[in-house]
């Protein structure tokens, strides 16, 4: 289909009545939409010459990008109704390329959680059984793709907020390297974790995505003077080595995900790849050093949000500036983000510095050395299961942050590495989806997309999209 | 039994860039609340700071100019505290990986002659915003137009022993910024900031006392003052066989008094820690000494240059390099032909006090020159040029002889009238002219004052001498 022949009025009404039947459904997916505003991206679009692959595709954005025309509100009561002043670097790009900004995606508060329970605005389902969770803290944008509302949606990243929830909604998330996506104008949680990344139903979507908004950016001083990511393809797999890193394949890793990823080895096998062991040792100590450096950069993150200048405002019974912001603060941030705001003092504070902080960092040089060495040592990509059980139920982990936290625990590493991975989907157990994640070295992005758009091809169990 | 004062010093001063450390927006002072403001110094949510490379270029000639070593690699940290004015509730500075370490002041203490001040560290952060407490019936307002200034912190080693010293070590201090051109040093605009840290202990004590910290004193009349108190109030504890805790004070300069705002247990754990918004700022040597080239030559090397090419009294010297742009004066007004001496008192007289009400020069050098040859040729007294000298600068196409002349202030010479002007002294003074004759030699002065007198100034005093002689014979 050309440009030109797009119906692009006829696009916004559809999304806005696929939007329509999701919020009926249940779906929860979305905290903001309006169709008048769907109308005037179309008519935007119909005014600009952006050609590309992204003209006149509906995106949802997760609600920790900033958008000027809505409001972001981070999941959050603390921001509830707050309009940002200004546009996302990615927002920006998106529109350039001509996509239409569809709506505003659920997420857990501040992109903390990885089941997308922990949004103010309540939970987000799974698209496929609304009693599981779609995963987190991207899990609006994961839903609203796999339910087939809108075929792109940019989410983020900080410990595996993208690759978790596209594994248990059965769609591809995409992660870029540190520093090849601006983060202007995307709420900031984990700074030096923080990765727009892209969620599409097929690689190439999501790599399409990935490339509008990539990109070096005056406004962010960690963006890296490389340029926009390319969506590259390859026959097949003929002279690559894929490695296995023992520490991902537990003894106990759940029987559906070892069999779907088991299926996605010899697919590899198949397309010509040899296929090695490896070993990461510091990944084990991913989850716990992420739960230091995370929440540390988090309490600072967060510190703006003190009743002052925007957002909610209590004023506290004693009526001076301290109680402004006990009150403020006390109900305007839920419990997942009051804990990680208080782990973050802590490991920050006087006398902790050291024993937590400065640890923890060291750690992280480790863990990211263990990538390296493997990849220097001949391995080209590593393949690993994104998660270690499909979608849980909802409630199932509310109760014990540690078992939530360990639902990332093959997502964080990555995270803390800085690396690009990219999650797609590898077959069902039980009927729900099961993903397999690509890592690349830093900056192979490209190789990466490229590479996970081969092995997508020859394994089953696709985006199966519920219409 | 004496007590020893020591006190370090703790300096912000604001880098002079047209915009903001980590945004786009204006420095100007004195513009309308909340104008000069963006996302990123609002802290509005999504933000990202971006270093101002010009900030950075001014911080690294500071540390040069104080004779720092300049890092090749200083962090960014975040400083953590929740007040009304720190939009971001963190403050962006450096911490353990400070722009420049190491280097030091010479100054001259009024108490010990020649003294010299080890440089602790001099790092970049952003300044806060401002709390408008008189703006609005009980509420407080702010203004964040302030918020993300780029500030130098130039922390001083404890070596300064009196409250006098470190007036005249913030003096020598103030004038090496204002000449390596890095900062204006306005301590009215609040370009320039000081907190002190102070303790006393007895003279030969090895040992440092429990020191306090006086903030944000105003002025450095006021450093002094305030230093004054905080010493007398720590002798007074110690005298009465209290201990000195460690507190921060405030200065109240209406009362002189310094006032504890918190103590130890109170102060804030500020939970630095690199900020990952911003990598490290690494800086190539080839860019540090590039900057320490174009360093502009300092008051201590001026001074000296001044003493030496001109032969003036350090005095002069020291009081010439009080501002880059007296000194640039006085050496143009020698080039345009003007003997150093007399150049150096019409700068330090006139000039200067019309440069301290104005911040300028009212009169070119070359002017001035022109002026002072007419003193030396004889057509002007050194009075009557004083007088020119002030009506120069309001009369900008004027020569200094066009405007003496208008004046009617050019010394008369000519014999003619100078012998009427001695006789009508000498009519109306019968009595002096009878003393004079009898003997009373000594009255020729007030003849001489008679007749400058009556000439209204423009008599030329060597020729009414020998005029009065002979008449008087």
Known sequence: ?467 | MSWETVIGLEVHVQLRTRTKMFCADRTTFGDPPNTNVCPVCLGLPGALPVPNAEAVRLGVRAALALGCTVHETSVFARKNYFYPDLPKGYQISQYDRPLATGGAVEFESPTRGRGRVGITRLHLEEDAGKLLHDRVPDRTAIDLNRAGTPLAEIVSEPDLRSAAEARAYLQTLRQILIFAGVSDCSMEQGSLRVDANVSIRRPGDPRLGTKTEVKNVNSFANVERALEAEQLRQQALLESGARVTQVTLLFNAGTGQVKPIRSKEESHDYRYFPDPDLPPLVLHPTFVSEQRAALPELPEARRTRLIGAFALSAYDASVLTSEPALAGYFESVVAAGVEPKTAANWVIGDVMTSFNQTGGFSVEPSRLAALVNLVREGVLSHRAAKRVYAELGRAADETPRAVAERLGLVQVSEEGALVGWVDEVLRSHPNEVGRYRAGESKLMGFFVGQVMKRSKGKADPKGVQPVLADRLR
């Open chain 1, 1 to 467: 289909m050309t440009a030109s022949a797009l119906d692009l009025q006829g696009v916004a009404r559809d999304t806005g009545a696929r939007l329509t039947r999701a919020e009926r459904d249940g779906l929860n997916a979305v905290l903001h939409w309006d169709q008048a505003l769907l109308d005037a991206e179309a008519s935007r679009v119909e005014q600009s010459r952006a050609g590309g692959p992204l003209r006149g595709v509906p995106v949802a954005i997760k609600d920790n990008i900033v958008t000027a025309e809505q409001p972001t509100t981070c999941g959050s009561k603390i921001l509830e109704g707050y309009c940002s002043p200004y546009s996302a670097t990615a927002i920006d790009r998106l529109r350039a390329a001509g996509a239409l900004i569809a709506a505003k995606s659920n997420l857990d508060e501040f992109a903390m959680g990885s089941s997308t329970e922990h949004s103010a605005y309540g939970r987000v389902r799974h698209p496929l059984d609304p009693e599981r969770v779609p995963g987190g803290s991207s899990g609006g944008s994961a839903a609203l793709v796999a339910a087939g509302v809108v075929p792109i949606a940019l989410g983020s990243e900080t410990g595996g907020s993208v690759r978790q929830p596209a594994s248990f909604c059965g769609v591809v998330g995409l992660k870029p390297s540190y520093g090849r996506v601006s983060r202007f104008g995307l709420v900031a949680f984990g700074s030096s974790l923080d990765c727009i990344s892209t969620f599409g139903r097929t690689v190439r979507d999501a790599g399409e995505t990935l490339s509008a908004i990539s990109g070096p950016d005056p406004r962010d001083a960690t963006t890296v003077d490389r340029p926009p990511i390319a969506v590259e393809s390859m026959a097949d797999l003929a002279g690559l080595t894929i490695g296995l890193p023992a520490e991902y394949f537990p003894a106990d890793l759940h029987p559906g995900v070892a069999a779907a990823l088991r299926e996605t080895i010899e697919a590899v096998k198949a397309l010509g790849a040899r296929v090695r062991e490896v070993s990461l040792p510091h990944s084990k100590y991913a989850v716990p050093t992420y739960y230091i450096v995370n929440p540390a950069e988090a309490a600072a993150n967060l510190a703006r949000y003190d009743g002052v200048r925007y957002g909610q405002r209590r004023i506290g019974p004693e009526g001076d500036i301290r109680a402004l912001y006990r009150a403020t603060r006390g109900s305007g941030f839920g419990p997942e983000v009051r804990r990680r705001i208080l782990v973050g003092t802590y490991v920050l504070s006087a006398g902790y510095y050291e024993a937590y902080y400065r640890k923890a960092q060291q750690v992280r040089a480790l863990i990211a050395g263990d990538f390296e060495r493997v990849f220097c040592d001949g391995v080209d990509l590593l393949l690993t299961p994104t998660t270690p059980t499909p979608a849980f139920r909802a409630g199932e982990k509310t109760d014990d942050p540690v078992t939530m936290y360990l639902a990332d625990i093959f997502t964080t590493a990555v995270s803390l590495a800085g690396l690009p991975a990219i999650s797609i989907p590898a077959g069902r157990s039980d009927g729900l989806p099961v993903g397999a994640q690509l890592i690349a070295p830093l900056h192979r992005d490209e190789r990466l997309i490229a590479v996970a758009g081969v092995v997508e091809g020859a394994i089953a169990g696709g985006a199966e999209v519920r219409r």
